[in-house]
């Protein structure tokens, strides 16, 4: 694979002073890309690994005002009676003109091509912060292994200039590109959300034979690497103690692994909107506290 500092990617995000992705305060970089389709995916954005158009209509300032989006090649930004516009997905091409053209913004594309260097250089603006937390990188997305070179590319550099690196994964990889990311990492935050490969599939787009072998294999070869299984708590998914005993009865055989769970949010709702995607999930509302406490009693060393 090419690793170099000029190899670039498609990143969404860059996210300074998080606490809660790995040890200490971090720098999270968000790429976009992703395998799975989950129905509760709080970032929306970073499923496509193009960069791609997002349209607030609030931030709309109308035809009276404006009208520049109109000059779209692709005659994808359509008018509206109250003198706004939509944009017709159908025949958008993510091209970006019309974006750059809006003065209030409400229309911004998301995702940029970085080099390994450029995002190194931003992460490494805080790296006093990380000296003193125990903090460093930490990858996301989307599944940041969905661009193997450029989040391993990634990970050695920022071994090698020093920083603790973090990978979060939901661990539909091949397991060379896996095994490779994890020899220049020190901790892993790896997804689990179900057992049954029938129900993964019908919830997220894809079966999990691949996701639970490579977690076996992970276990075995990487010892030393710091590991926490991550499970989101999705009414109607996992929601039961049939479900969550499961999962337990999987991790049993791996007592240095740490295990989270992590209740159903609707925080990224509007993202959808923004996207021009349909919310699946509009029914459901998150667990609330006493019954998040009941399932971890099932799972006693759960956090």
């Known amino acids: 694979m090419d690793t170099g500092q000029e190899t670039a990617g ?10 809660h992705d790995g040890p200490g305060i971090r720098t999270i970089v968000f790429l976009k890309g ?17 960069p791609e158009l997002a349209f607030d209509p609030k931030k709309c300032i109308g035809m009276s005002e404006c009208g520049l989006c109109l000059r779209c090649g692709q005659n994808a930004v359509e008018t509206l009676e109250d003198g706004k516009v939509r944009i017709n997905r159908d025949v958008c091409t993510d091209c970006g003109t019309c974006a750059a053209d809006c003065p209030s ?38 599944e940041p292994l969905f661009q193997p070179d450029f989040a391993i590319g990634l990970l ?21 590109i896996l095994e490779e990311a994890l020899r220049h990492v020190n ?12 129900k993964h599939k019908e919830f997220t787009g894809s079966s999990n034979p691949q996701i639970l072998e490579n977690f076996k294999a992970l276990c075995a070869a990487f010892p030393n690497v710091s590991k926490v299984v991550r499970t989101p708590i999705v009414p109607g998914f996992n929601d039961d103690p049939v479900e969550i005993e499961s999962i337990s ?16 949010h609707r ?19 998150p667990p609330d506290a006493e019954h998040m406490t009941s399932l971890r009693r099932k799972v006693p060393d759960a956090l």
Not at 187 to 198: A, G, L
Not at 253 to 264: A, G, M, R, S, W
Request: with cysteine.
């Open 267 to 285: 925080f990224g709702e509007l993202k959808y909107e923004l996207m021009g995607m349909p919310y699946l999930l509009t029914d459901i509302r």
């Open 156 to 176: 050695k550099g920022a071994k090698r200039i020093g920083m603790d690196t973090a990978i979060e994964t939901c661990g539909q990889v091949k397991w060379e």
């Open 187 to 198: 901790t892993i935050m790896y997804d689990i959300k179900c057992i049954d490969s029938q």
């Open 249 to 264: 009865r999987f991790l049993k055989p791996f007592p240095d692994v740490k295990h989270e769970f992590l209740p159903y």
């Open 10 to 19: 498609i990143i969404f995000n860059i996210q300074q002073f998080s606490v």
């Open 34 to 50: 992703c395998p799975l389709r989950c129905r509760w995916c709080c970032n929306p954005e970073s499923q496509n690994p193009q």
């Open 105 to 142: 913004k409400a229309l911004e594309m998301i995702g940029r091509q970085m080099t390994v260097e450029e995002a190194l250089s931003a992460a490494e603006k805080d790296h006093c912060f990380y000296s003193r937390s125990g903090g460093g990188l930490t990858l996301s997305g989307g």
